[in-house]
């Protein structure tokens, strides 16, 4: 699916992709954050090949222009883990909402691991 929204100047689609790119960019530059974990098949199958997975961690579902975002996370040894999660939610969703100009209902963190 993709958001739709219009304005004076037209038409607008944003699809789930690049809502992914946004919030998996402004994720892995959190502190305390190691990596971003691959939840998808076809990341795998990217990585494999030595290629960056744009999107990689984040799952973005669009309901009637509301935007519910999932990131996979591991972390670093020795940060705070609810500080960390809340950071990664608060910055996802302001730039996800900067980006998109549409409201993010949710955003979950999970964390996945800890790296040493």
Not at 4 to 29: L, M, P, R
Not at 58 to 76: C, G, P
């Amino acid at each position: 699916m993709s958001l739709v929204t219009s304005n004076i100047f037209g038409k607008i689609s944003i699809s789930d992709e690049a809502v992914a790119i946004a919030a998996s960019q402004a994720a892995s530059e959190c502190y305390g954050v190691a990596e971003l974990v691959s939840r998808r098949l076809s990341d795998s199958f990217t990585e494999l090949l030595n290629r960056k997975a744009p999107g990689k961690g984040v799952k973005v579902h669009t309901i009637e222009n509301l935007i519910y975002i999932d990131v996979y996370v591991t972390l670093i040894l020795g940060v705070n883990v609810e500080a960390v999660k809340s950071s990664i939610e608060s910055t996802v969703r302001y730039s996800v909402g900067t980006f998109t100009g549409m409201r993010v209902q949710r955003v979950g963190v999970n964390v996945v691991g800890i790296k040493v």
